[in-house]
């Protein structure tokens, strides 16, 4: 509980950290105890003791009046003491200082008995002066899960156990939630009583003291009795339970209970009652007989009930938190004294009053006798000293509100107060109310202040920082200083991971240190940190008082750690400290948390951890890590790959990889050759006989089988010996894992490296690679390992794994499943089911054996073993006999002294033998590398060899061939034991003219198995498997029965099983028949199976159901092809049975069966049944052993097929197919429907993956699926393969041109396709062309419709140019638009061209607008060039033959006074040029002839393009002159109504828009399966032009400005007609003008300079020369970033990026601002990720540019990408950033419209107390009218009914108001609303503006009547004004 405890206060310093206390130790040592109390408080705020209080009283004989006096006396003297102004006082005060510093000390507290004298100060709490059994009011601060922190009086905290926060009685109720109790009963906030239970001295710094608290009821209505309770008294109780009508509550007392009724609690307060809960509450009712108090819980009402007065009530009945009526009583320095109940009298101090802002003259608020209400604040029953408060916030039982943070810095705080000598009271500009905040006289200045008042004034505004909070106060603590400013650490939250910081050392202890930053914040510097080694005295290397250089490791909630280490410190390299940011080729620093075998785990900055793989350590091969590395080492790493999601990193301390081409990878499980170069202590280096790899290691267990024979053979391997055969198990890196063991050799073709390759029920050999208490686990090839659970590795219940299997131990695994989606592979290592089936076990033993003996001869003086050809096995040898002991006879040999033989008793056979004799010995065993001979003297041995030897020949020969003739491999025998040897036994077979046998009496799996113990002389069985030869070192190897069967199998069960084998002929009875198997059961207690492909030969005569005919119960004759290891629920093995007619009859069964089902070829039809079914392949089974897969596309090509894939190809179908490619490793097939064609030609797509092989060809139809629509005119990625992919042309998506051909087609859709060309790409890829056309041959069906429609319509198919000729009508989509004009596709390999000139009859401003990439255009072919493939289009409709060239420009068809339509030509200063409609002529319109008034300047009013109606004046037709006019005289008596096109309109909004938005960047579309280039007329492809046809997506607009303009000019505009906003217009209209023409003039100008260049830039290189021709242009800038994407070269769009930035003028910030938000887009894209990539550049961003229009920019990328909970956050952050802005006030409240949110009304209210008083109309009227558009219209119309109530004259508001509610069209409310505008008493001018507008409404409705009468309200109001 003490930690806990000690890590909430460490938690609470969120009130406030210390600042540079030692500044504060200025005062003289006299002072050390009021010093100690200062720092004592855990919080920055000094101690309210620096407020004198009164000493103590103890024994003296003065008065309590005289008493008072000196205390005043003593206060004040201290006082000047703390502020150093003892020095002028010092000698008036000495003698009165002298008699009173033995009096008392300071900090006591005065009750309610004093008489005499008044004090002159108020009662404060403060460390010194509190005491256990005080009882204090508290605001929780933190609610932990073991103890609550809770803020006191005074500034001080204390802590209140979770046992002491509820009395025990309840311990019951609430058992359940006992772990996370306190945060369901308690919330940070909550008003609390309590009681001082004890004050500990901190043990980990002097000074300071623990608070521990008790919230027990019990404690606090200690003297509370049923009699006491009275009516209306407030009460605090507990829920003790709940029950259907109430809530049953305890008072910690057991004399009464409570009752709260359900209908009496606050039901809106939103409290989730649950027993333990604290309510408070007023006494309604008090049953004394039952003993029941009944309260009422309602929040008001109890905030408002005041505590009566009782007669007799004595001080322990008062509680904290009460509340009194009291009276003034006399006025106190610092506060006020009042009178309460009658009997009381308690102080209020200058913190607690009403004004929270007291000023200087705050006495006069407090006349004596004035009647407050007031609130307990504390009460000490010792001293019957009771505080008060009179704070608004507590009088209503409410915890005063906290609107700043610890560290915020406020520019304008004002001096509301200054206490001379003591500090100053400040008002904090906080939102949305400000706060009242103190600053002690020792946090005002670094140096001493000696004249408070002089220096500061009241009125004065400071800069000031936040220290910390009085929660209960209401009142902050704040810091003056300089350098509270100037530090980077000021607070928890400025602490970040990798910063260096100073610091300096405060404590140094065995665990580490604690450092202290200069803002005061505390880090602790671990023991492993101190330095780079590890360090025996921590206290030597680090000096108290220190000041040293840290480096942040990581900061969890408010614990910091750092580090001294000097690499980390002194580190250049990037820091690590979040999973997100480690990126693949990241170099940085780390230090090594823990060292294993096979690796190392790497710490790096706030807890993110990596792990390096022992072979990316550098080590040199055969060296261990922690020879190398060490625990806490700083190493330089370089990421690999990492997985943010799962938090992996994968590391390598080698910074540039080491790299091995494919060629030359050695691939897992290939055998090489190796030369021994070192011998370490756990390995084996050898250098590798291999291309690309250097060395190898083969670890020592992997030497041999067996663990003996393995260390044996690393002692006598000396560097030199060759390996001729190594397996690579592993080839990560260029240092090979190698292995020498036989088992693994042997089976290296078998051995699996990935789960693909493992299949069920069979058994695989591998290695133990680790032991754990659950299991073992097994490795493979390469990392591929399995598990073997604890009961699955071993066939009996062992206490420990560790004693029955080692690492690195041969063993052979049953796989019993592998889980295809966890990739997790399960196995048993049960000898029952893993044992071994062959003798290659015993036979590596005898092999090694030998190979060690021929290494120690070689060792020994270069002998061989030559001695060994006088000894073979079998044989006589005469010998002496050396000695006779109590184990046998040892021979030696005359011709080998160093050669021993040796016979054990058994083999005397009954002989004795003396020493020194010579003796005829048989040879039964040769021990070759301890030299020993074991020699029998049993006749049967000797005899054998002497028959074998005699003359008669024929005899012998008949001898040899009828031993070999009896003896086969798999035959089994009896034997006898002759020797027992520790690993194998030596046996003779008594049948076979006693030949010698040699068993091993362990397997792979029982090497550490207690063994059997076998007798000589015992007879046993075993089988025959493998005879005498170079390959088993002469020797017949056995298996015994009792290793290759279950050791626990019964003779009876052996007995059974071997009554069947292989080719068996049975009777089974069908016991279950299965989807793709029946179950099958014969003999006694023999299960088997039938699969699906043992049933019928005839594999043409596909059978649906073939288990159609089988019954369950039914007997079949089944023949026995394999014997499975896959056991049934009955632990029974299954046999595998076949009823093939073709196998019922075969006479005998060939191995070749079992590897018949891998004899097939490509392009075979081959049958199958479905075992398995998903959303992209249909697994089949064609055998027992073979597998084959059918991909989803190959099944079928029409859509409805394709989508019911599953549904088709459902569990048991049979499907016939043809072979497309094998997996002979994994025995799997691919299989496709439809066959082959004859032969392959040269159109055929060959692509090798996974050696599977695709034929596709031209013309074929295929079924594909749409993997991506690509921007533009990009068309379709279309899917035909598992890794082939399609390209559909933009023309070949549908039969005849249309508007939008890719409507109808969605990604992951199936489509039917006709492939029309395979070409081979220069990557040497092949690409694929398709066709969706259903006119093409093979495509039609049966939905199709649009059939009819191809015929002799202009949108006809055209493949050549030859198909072309002049004057043909064709259609075809926009590609690229450049400045001369566009390209347009026509089809696949047809483009034409367009000229400027030819895009339209009339003029084009802006071609790539009026042409977007992919529009669908009609025109007619000009010419055609077949040689170099050009092709010349016009789209104008007046070149057809309707009307030729000489009407068109026919003057005669002209006659003066006709008004016609024309087009703005051209602009000059003196008129404009005007082409006249559906002709070729231009007029002038002279600048006179423009209109009635006299026009300035033209440029503003017209531009080129408009269209405009005129007057022709006058026709020349001998100059071919024409004069035009357009003043509005001319067109008065115009009956022709000529209307304007709808493009007018739409011209203006785009001027109004603006021609062209910079800000914009393309984003980049996937790059296509194959771009067609195409050439434009001068052989050049256009650069540009590709990359807007590749990204078509329109470009990204970001409106810096708020997307207001209707309310904005709805304002203005009815504004002007008011006369004091005439003025005001014209001046905005004259400055729009001019703004208006600079922007002209810089489009003009810009236009010009894409006119003057020839050709779009194409190359970096002309970019280059573009960009220093316009350094400040942004539209070039980003038109360079755009290609670059284009490129997919994103780095160097960001380099671009940056130095675009970096050259254009730091005048030109508009220019500016484009980059940066084109710059926002970049990232957003392709940023990694986009979110912190964003926000990266915005920081940067905001200081550059001006910070509003960035935080919009960012504002609206968010809003257009909808990422809606950034666009949150941010307008959050805008909303505190820029408060008094209206625009981003209103983008908030538009956001939440147009989300359809709630909370507008508060948006409205906060923006109100933020913005200036004369930007509240703006605000309101705008807020209004998006109500009107996106919200509730209701409120929108009380928001107008708000401001016209304060504004009545504002026509501008009428009018606005008005349109919102005209555009809804509710005519009585309109008519409503304009009833009341009319009725106002305004000037003639705006009233004249109101019935117009009155008028133009009714007369849109038409109503005649109504139109009468608004002009009859005008003319009785002009007669009215008037009169």
């Known amino acids: 509980m003490a930690a806990s405890s000690r890590k909430s206060q460490k938690k609470s310093s969120k009130d406030g950290p210390k600042f540079n206390k030692a500044s504060k130790n200025q005062f003289k040592n006299s002072k050390k105890q009021i010093n100690d109390a200062v720092e004592a408080q855990d919080l920055a705020l000094p101690p309210d003791d620096d407020v004198p209080v009164f000493p103590r009283g103890g024994g003296h ?139 500990d001295d901190d043990k980990k710094e002097i000074g300071k003291r623990k608070i521990w608290l008790s919230l027990r009821l019990s404690l606090l209505y200690k003297g509370l009795s049923l009699e006491t309770v009275q009516e209306g008294m407030v009460l605090t109780a507990y829920v003790k339970s709940i029950e259907d009508h109430g809530y049953i509550l305890h008072f910690g007392l057991p004399s009464f209970t409570g009752f709260l009724p359900r209908n009496n609690l606050a039901e809106n307060s939103g409290i989730d009652v649950k027993p333990g809960l604290l309510l408070q509450g007023v006494v309604r009712s008090i049953d004394r007989t039952r003993k029941v108090v009944y309260l009422s819980s309602d929040p008001d009402t109890v905030s408002k009930c005041v505590t009566k007065d009782l007669k007799g009530i004595s001080i322990d009945l008062l509680v904290p938190g009460m509340m009194v009526t009291a009276r003034v009583q006399s006025i106190l320095e610092n506060g006020v004294m009042l009178s309460f109940l009658t009997y009381f009298t308690g102080t209020v101090d200058i913190f607690h009053l009403q004004n929270t802002f007291p000023t200087t003259n705050w006495k006069n608020d407090y006349n004596q006798h004035k009647k407050v209400n007031a609130r307990i604040l504390f009460v000490d029953p010792t001293s019957r000293a009771v505080g008060l408060t009179l704070n608004p916030y507590l009088l209503h039982n409410r915890a005063p509100p906290s609107h700043v943070k610890v560290g915020d810095i406020y520019d304008q705080s004002k001096v509301v107060r200054v206490d001379r000598g003591l500090g100053l009271l400040l008002d904090i500009p906080s939102t949305p109310v400000s706060t009242p905040a103190y600053v002690t006289i020792s946090d005002v200045a670094e140096e001493e202040v000696r004249k408070l008042e002089k220096k500061y004034k009241e009125g004065s505004y400071v800069r000031v920082r936040i220290l910390g909070f009085r929660h209960l106060e209401g009142l902050a603590t704040g810091i003056l200083k300089a350098s509270a400013f100037e530090g980077l650490v000021f607070t928890h939250s400025d602490v970040k991971p990798g910063m260096v910081v100073k610091g300096k050392v405060i404590a140094v202890d065995s665990f580490g240190a604690i450092v202290q930053f200069p803002g005061g914040v505390k880090a602790l510097c671990p023991l492993p940190h101190m330095s780079e080694f590890e360090i025996v005295k921590p206290g030597k290397k680090f000096k108290v008082g220190a000041e040293l250089v840290f480096r942040v490791l990581g900061v969890k909630s408010k614990r910091i750690t750092v580090t001294h280490k000097k690499t980390l410190v002194k ?13 693949d080729g990241l170099i940085t620093h780390g230090w090594i948390t823990k060292i294993e075998k096979h690796g190392c785990f790497v710490r790096f900055y706030n807890g993110v951890q990596g792990f390096a793989p022992r072979s990316e350590l550098g080590l040199d091969p055969g060296c261990e890590p922690s020879s190398m590395y060490h625990v806490g080492q700083v190493v330089k790493c370089r990421i690999m790959s990492s997985i943010p999601a799962s938090r992996r990193i994968n590391l390598s301390f080698m910074m540039k990889p080491t790299r091995v081409s494919e060629d030359d990878l050695v691939k897992l499980g290939s055998l090489v050759s190796g030369v021994v170069d070192v011998v370490t202590p756990n390995a084996v280096v050898v250098y590798v006989i ?100 604890r009961s699955k590795a071993v066939d009996g219940q062992r206490a420990d794994l560790s004693k029955t299997y080692y690492v690195g131990q041969s063993v052979r695994s049953n796989i019993l ?138 005899q012998k020969k008949k001898r040899k061939r009828e031993a070999s003739k009896d003896l086969e491999v798999h035959q089994t025998v009896n034997a006898i034991v002759e020797i027992v040897k520790e690993n194998y036994l030596v046996l003779s077979l008594p049948e076979y003219n006693y030949s010698i046998g040699y068993a091993s009496v362990s397997d792979y799996n029982t090497q550490k198995f207690p063994q059997k113990q076998f007798l000589n002389g015992q007879s046993v069985i075993a089988t025959v498997m493998a005879l005498p030869s170079s390959s088993t070192a002469g020797r017949l190897l056995l298996l015994l029965k009792a290793i290759s069967e279950t050791e626990t199998s019964s003779s009876k069960r052996a007995k059974k099983k071997s009554s069947y084998d292989v080719g068996s002929l049975v009777q089974a009875e069908i016991t279950e028949i299965k989807p793709l198997e029946l179950r099958l059961k014969f003999g006694i207690g023999f299960h088997g199976r039938i699969h699906i492909t043992e049933v019928n030969d005839d594999k043409s005569n596909v059978v649906e159901n073939l288990f159609s005919n089988f019954k369950i119960g039914q007997t079949v004759t089944a023949r026995i092809i394999a014997k499975s290891n896959k056991p049934d629920m009955k632990k029974s093995f299954l046999w595998e049975l076949s009823i093939k007619p073709s196998m019922l009859t075969v006479s005998e069964i060939g191995s070749k069966l079992l590897f018949e089902e891998c004899d097939v070829s490509i392009g075979q039809r081959v049958t199958g049944y479905v075992y398995k079914v998903d959303n992209e392949w249909a697994l089949l089974t064609i055998s027992r052993h073979l597998k084959a897969q059918l991909f989803i596309l190959d099944s079928a090509y029409e859509p409805s ?96 041109c249309q508007f939008d051909p890719l409507s109808g087609y969605d990604e992951g859709q199936f489509v039917k396709c006709k492939v029309l060309e395979i070409s081979r790409t220069v990557r040497g890829t092949f690409h694929v062309e398709l066709s969706l056309r259903s006119s093409l041959d093979g495509m039609s069906s049966t939905n199709s419709s649009d059939l009819s429609t191809d015929v002799d319509t202009p949108g006809k198919h055209l493949e050549k140019i030859e198909d072309l000729s002049p004057n043909m009508i064709v259609q075809g989509y926009v590609k690229n638009v450049t400045s001369k004009g566009c390209f347009i596709m026509l089809s696949r390999k047809l483009d034409a061209k367009v000229l400027l000139s030819n895009l339209s009859d009339g003029y084009v401003e802006s071609p790539e607008k009026e042409f977007p990439i992919g529009k669908l255009v009609a025109g007619r072919v000009l010419s055609v060039e077949p040689l170099s493939k050009r092709v010349e289009v016009t789209l104008k409709t007046s070149d057809s033959r309707t009307a030729s060239q000489s009407e068109i420009n026919n003057l005669s068809n002209l006659h003066v006074g006709d008004i016609v339509i024309g087009q703005i030509k051209r602009v000059e200063s003196y008129g404009l040029f005007i082409t006249i409609e559906n002709t070729n002529l231009v007029g002038l319109c002279h600048v006179s002839e423009l209109s009635e008034d006299h026009v300035d300047n033209i440029g503003t009013i017209y531009r080129a393009g408009e269209k405009v109606k005129v007057k022709i004046l006058k026709v020349d037709k001998e100059k071919r002159r024409i004069s035009l006019g357009m003043k509005s005289s001319y067109f008065k008596n115009d009956a022709d109504n000529l209307q304007m096109s709808s493009e007018e309109e739409s011209d203006e909004a785009i001027e109004e828009v603006g021609s062209y938005n910079r800000s914009s960047l393309l984003e980049n579309s996937s790059v296509a399966v194959q771009d067609m280039d195409t050439e434009s007329e001068d052989g050049g492809s256009l650069v540009l032009a590709q990359i807007e046809s590749r990204a078509s997506v329109p470009p990204l607009e970001v409106n810096l400005d708020d997307e207001q303009p209707d309310m904005d000019n709805g304002i203005s505009q009815n504004q002007g007609h008011t006369d004091e906003a005439k003025t005001i217009d014209e001046k905005n209209n004259r400055h729009a003008k001019k703004k208006e023409k600079e922007e002209r003039e810089q489009e003009i100008r810009a236009a010009e300079e894409r006119l003057l260049e020839k050709d779009a830039p194409r190359t970096p290189d002309e970019f280059e020369r573009l960009v220093r021709s316009s350094p400040n242009s942004s539209f070039v800038w980003i038109k360079y970033m755009a290609f670059m994407l284009s490129m997919a070269d994103v780095e160097k769009a960001r380099s671009i990026a940056e130095r675009a930035l970096q050259t254009i003028n730091i005048r030109e910030e508009n220019e500016k601002l484009n980059i940066w938000v084109a710059y926002f887009n970049l990232e957003n894209e392709y940023g990694n990720p986009p979110e912190e990539a964003v926000v990266k550049v915005f920081q940067r961003a905001l200081q550059y540019c001006d910070p509003k229009k960035v935080h919009l920019a960012l504002l609206g990328l968010y809003e257009r990408t909808e990422q809606n909970k950034l666009a949150d956050e941010l307008l959050y952050k805008m909303i505190k950033k820029f408060k008094h802005s209206c625009k981003v006030w209103l983008r908030r409240v538009q956001r939440l419209l147009k989300q359809q949110q709630e909370g507008v009304q508060a948006v409205v209210q906060r923006a109100l107390l933020s913005l200036p008083r004369h930007k509240h109309i703006k605000f309101i009227s705008q807020t209004a009218i998006l109500e009107f558009k996106n919200g509730v219209a209701d409120r929108g119309r009380s928001m107008f009914e708000g401001i016209l109530s304060e504004y009545p004259k504002r026509t501008d508001l009428w009018s606005i108001y008005l349109d919102q509610e005209i555009r809804l069209g509710d005519v009585d409310l309109i008519r409503g609303l304009f009833e009341r505008a009319i009725s106002l008493s305004l000037p003639p001018k705006k009233m004249k503006f109101l019935f117009k507008k009155y008028l133009e409404y009714e007369k849109s409705l038409g109503e005649e009547e109504r139109i009468e009468y608004v002009k009859q309200k005008a003319m009785e109001y002009v007669e009215s004004t008037l009169a």
């Open 571 to 583: 580190s250049k390299l990037a820091i690590l400290s979040s999973y997100a940011e480690a990126t």
């Open 690 to 789: 291999a291309k690309g790899y250097s060395k190898g290691t083969i670890p020592t267990e992997h030497l041999a089988d067996h663990l003996e024979h393995a260390t044996v053979m690393k002692s006598v391997i000396k560097p030199g010996y060759e390996f001729d055969q190594l397996l690579v198990l592993d080839n990560e890196s260029s240092n090979l894992l190698l292995s020498a063991k036989y088992s693994l050799i042997n089976s290296a073709q078998q051995l699996p490296s990935d789960a693909s390759h493992i299949h069920p029920n069979s058994v695989v050999h591998g290695y133990v690679c680790n032991i754990i208490e659950t299991g073992c686990f097994v490795r493979f090839l390469g990392r591929l390992t399995g598990f073997a659970p």
């Open 817 to 954: 499943d592998v889980n295809s989606e966890t990739g997790r592979i399960t196995l048993s290592l049960k000898q029952s089911c893993c044992s071994s089936t062959d003798a290659s076990f015993m036979q590596e033993y005898f092999l090694l054996e030998e190979k060690i003996a021929m290494l120690q001869s070689s060792k020994h003086n270069g002998s061989e073993l030559k001695w060994v050809e006088g000894f073979i096995i079998g044989s006589v040898i005469e010998g002496k006999v050396h000695e006779s002991n109590d184990f046998g006879v040892v021979v030696s040999f005359e011709e080998h002294s160093d050669v021993y033989g040796f016979i054990t008793h058994h083999q005397l056979a009954g002989a004795t033998v003396e020493s020194g004799s010579v003796i005829q010995a048989a040879i039964l065993d040769v021990a070759k590398a301890e030299r020993l001979v074991d020699l029998s003297l049993k006749t049967v041995f000797i005899d054998r060899f002497r028959e074998a030897n005699s003359n008669r020949q024929a």
């Open 1201 to 1296: 097929e394709l989508q019911e894939f599953q549904r088709r190809f459902h569990i048991g179908k049979a499907v016939t197919g043809h072979v497309l490619s094998i997996n002979k490793e994994k025995k799997l097939l691919r299989l496709v429907l439809r066959p082959f064609q004859d032969g392959i030609s040269d159109k055929t797509v060959d692509i090798s993956n996974d050696n599977m092989q695709t034929f596709i060809h031209e013309g074929d139809i295929v079924g594909g699926r749409i993997s991506k629509i690509l921007s533009g005119v990009g068309g379709l990625v279309v899917q035909i393969g598992p890794h082939l992919y399609g390209r559909v042309h933009f023309t070949e998506l549908k039969n005849i």
């Open 61 to 199: 004989s003065l008065t309590q009046r005289e008493r008072d006096e000196i205390h005043a006396e003593v206060d004040a003297e201290f006082e000047a003491a703390e502020r150093g102004l003892h020095k002028k006082n010092k000698k008036k005060k000495k003698t009165e200082r002298k008699a009173n510093e033995t009096v008392d000390d300071l900090g006591s507290l005065f009750g309610d008995g004093i008489s005499g004298k008044l004090p002159r100060y108020a009662n404060k709490i403060t460390l010194k002066n509190i005491s256990a059994g005080m009882k204090l009011w508290g605001v929780v601060a933190e609610v932990n899960e073991k103890d609550l922190v809770i803020c006191l009086p005074g500034g001080l905290r204390g802590l209140a156990r979770a046992a002491d926060a509820l009395d025990p009685i309840l311990d019951n109720e609430i058992e359940a939630n006992e772990d996370n109790l306190l945060p369901t009963i308690f919330h940070v906030g909550q008003l609390v009583s309590c009681i001082v239970l004890q004050l």
